[in-house]
């Protein structure tokens, strides 16, 4: 089974642009999380959908966005791009099936804002 | 603020040797705990999740729970160099019966290095 894919892998922008991430679930995983990992503040949720809705949110400004398709795919936007927004975002699937509904991280994008 | 504490490191265990990992966290409500392995450069991986009390096993590696403490460890066990990464753990509120609750809070990491 593939696992999640995440579009693009690396990203230049500078400030004021906005930027979307695409990620794409494992198969069959209709739960998608965010979150952004940085070196000072680690891996900090950003939100996560679940059947193309929203269903927690971390504490992030209103420039940080997100969206589910109905094929289970994400993505995410961040509009007027701040420096402090460089980090490597990364997505999350879970089968949504407890007791098992581990996250599955895909390999990221790295955004970097001159 | 539900916070998750590891020790930074860098932790440093001879190869062969068991190398521990210790994780606190603040929520009492929290049900489910994860490790997950972190190479340079790259996303982070699972290794294990636990949700009762007591020992969890697989192959080299084993975490312990303790919710009473709010105390959660991995032990690996005949440490290789390829264990050599950072380590993280995270915590999942709420009960595990709870379909809606996907937020994962994480650990800064410990990184670990074996030394051949």
């Known amino acids: 089974k593939a696992g999640v894919t995440q579009t693009p892998r690396y990203l230049i922008k500078t400030r004021g642009q906005q930027v979307t991430l695409s990620c794409s679930p494992i198969?069959?995983?209709?739960?998608v999380s965010w979150y952004q990992q940085t070196p000072g503040q680690g891996l900090q949720f950003l939100f996560e959908?679940?059947?193309?809705?929203?269903?927690n949110k971390g504490n992030f400004p209103g420039r940080f966005s997100g969206r589910q398709f109905s094929n289970s795919r994400s993505e995410m936007n961040v509009s007027t791009l701040e420096l402090g927004d460089s980090a490597l975002y990364l997505c999350?699937?879970?089968?949504?099936?407890?007791?098992?509904?581990?996250?599955?991280f895909g390999p990221g994008t790295r955004l970097t804002v001159l | 603020q539900k916070e998750v504490e590891q020790n930074s490191g860098p932790l440093s265990v001879p190869e062969g040797a068991i190398a521990s990992l210790n994780c606190t966290y603040s929520?009492?409500?929290?049900?489910?705990f994860f490790w997950y392995r972190q190479y340079s450069g790259k996303s982070p991986e699972l290794i294990m999740f636990?949700?009762?009390?007591g020992d969890k096993e697989d192959g080299r590696f084993t975490a312990q729970l303790n919710k009473a403490s709010q105390y959660v460890s991995l032990l690996i066990r005949d440490s290789q160099p390829s264990d050599s990464a950072t380590y993280l753990c995270?915590?999942?509120?709420?009960?595990?019966?709870?379909?809606?609750?996907?937020?994962?809070?994480f650990g800064t990491g410990t990184r670990l290095t074996i030394i051949p």
């Open positions: 995270a915590v999942r509120e709420g009960a595990i019966s709870n379909f809606g609750n996907e937020k994962l809070t």
């Open positions: 636990i949700y009762s009390n």
């Open positions: 959908y679940f059947s193309e809705t929203q269903r």
């Open positions: 999350a699937s879970s089968s949504d099936r407890v007791p098992t509904d581990t996250q599955y």
């Open positions: 198969s069959g995983h209709r739960s």
């Open positions: 929520d009492r409500g929290s049900q489910s």
